[in-house]
């Protein structure tokens, strides 16, 4: 009879508790189905940007250098057009840096191995060494650590 007396006099704060903790349990897997979707949104903007960045590569015959190993650039120095290209690529680098470090982005797979083969080239690894100094130093450190990677 204690049980019965007890939750006669205890019901309604018992179903209180039960429906708050249910809506707590809500709410946590709604925000963690928000966060995921987030990402996942973020993650099309930025392979939109990242596909606007080199169509406009590839339509400007002017700036094919970039891509080639074999750029010399003692003998033909680099050009404002090319350094512009590299620039606009390493913020664009540096967005999807930050975004993935916030939580913002899905974490881009074969990311560290892009970053180590584009700038192992003469032109964006000039223009690297040119404006690293200006970048937040744990994206540089990042940067840094993907160009030393193997």
């Known amino acids: 009879m204690e049980i019965a007396g007890w939750f006669g006099a205890n019901a309604f704060n018992l179903l209180s508790a039960i429906g708050i903790i249910g809506g707590l349990c809500f709410t946590a897997i709604s925000f963690r189905a928000e966060a995921k979707s987030r990402q996942v949104s973020n993650l099309l903007a930025l392979m939109q940007n990242h596909q606007r960045i080199w169509q406009d590569f590839y339509h400007q015959p002017d700036l094919a250098r970039v891509l080639e190993a074999t750029a010399d650039l003692k003998r033909q120095p680099l050009k404002r057009a090319e350094e512009e290209f590299v620039n606009l690529v390493i913020q664009h680098l540096n967005g999807v840096y930050q975004a993935t470090r916030n939580g913002l982005l899905i974490k881009p797979e074969g990311l560290r191995r892009?970053?180590?083969?584009?700038?192992?080239?003469?032109?964006?690894?000039?223009?690297?060494?040119?404006?690293?100094?200006?970048?937040?130093?744990?994206?540089?450190?990042?940067?840094?650590?993907?160009?030393?990677?193997?």
Request: aromatic share 16%.
């Open 114 to 150: 892009e970053i180590s083969e584009f700038f192992s080239l003469p032109i964006p690894k000039a223009v690297w060494d040119k404006i690293k100094i200006l970048q937040n130093d744990d994206f540089a450190a990042f940067v840094e650590s993907c160009r030393n990677w193997k």
